[in-house]
């Protein structure tokens, strides 16, 4: 009985630990076979039970599949900078009076965090956009990577009011205080699979200003 915002940014959430897991410095193959079959169900089936709710009992199953599937990964890979930058998003925008669920402030900085992963492990960021149904035809592995962070993108704009930083109620002024909170969670970005430096960081939190 999840209202549609509410399904959209617990969705993304799980769809951004299986692919943070996928992509970490500690991924196994073990661990890599879970990701996939977490990625396998909720990019098929994301959109269903965000639009049909209620009436779309199998999407919501699906879906709860793929959080769970993705939330065994969590104690033994976790996540990576996407999650570690949108603490800074959550902190700030808190701090601020208007709250960005964590799910969205993930959704945000995930695109350009796969983007900046890329060089290491565009092969994972592939098999997802393939079970995504995006159009691979001819397609090098690194172009169906940026499809994949492009899909997060789009379904994020699409499904939930947070578009962007400034749609978020966050300006230019907050980036340095959110890079520093992101920077602070060394956690997760020691497992990042392309170091993220600060000026990376600064630059992925500007390509989401508008």
Not at 13 to 19: K, S
Request: proline share 5%; charged share 20%; glycine share 10%.
């Amino acid at each position: 009985s999840m209202p549609p915002l509410l399904t959209a940014v617990t969705g993304l959430d799980a769809l951004g630990h299986a692919l943070e897991c996928t992509a970490s410095k500690k991924s196994s193959p073990i661990g890599d076979a879970v990701a996939r079959e977490a990625l396998k169900v909720g990019c098929s089936y994301f959109e269903r039970a965000v639009e049909r709710g209620a009436d779309d009992p199998e999407a919501r199953f699906q879906m709860s599949l793929c959080s769970m599937l993705a939330g065994f990964l969590l104690s033994h890979i976790n996540t990576g900078a996407g999650h570690a930058l949108g603490y800074g998003i959550e902190s700030v925008s808190k701090e601020k009076g208007k709250p960005v669920p964590h799910g969205a402030a993930v959704a945000l900085l995930l695109p350009g965090v796969m983007k900046h992963n890329l060089p290491m492990v565009a092969e994972k960021y592939y098999y997802a956009a393939g079970v995504a149904g995006l159009d691979l035809g001819g397609k090098s592995r690194e172009d169906g990577a940026r499809l994949m962070a492009s899909w997060v993108e789009d379904l994020r704009r699409k499904h939930t009011p947070f578009g962007s930083l400034t749609s978020s109620g966050l300006t230019a002024e907050d980036i340095p205080r959110m890079v520093k909170i992101g920077m602070s969670v060394d956690r997760l970005l020691d497992q990042n699979p392309v170091e993220m430096k600060t000026e990376n960081a600064v630059a992925i939190y500007g390509e989401i200003l508008n």
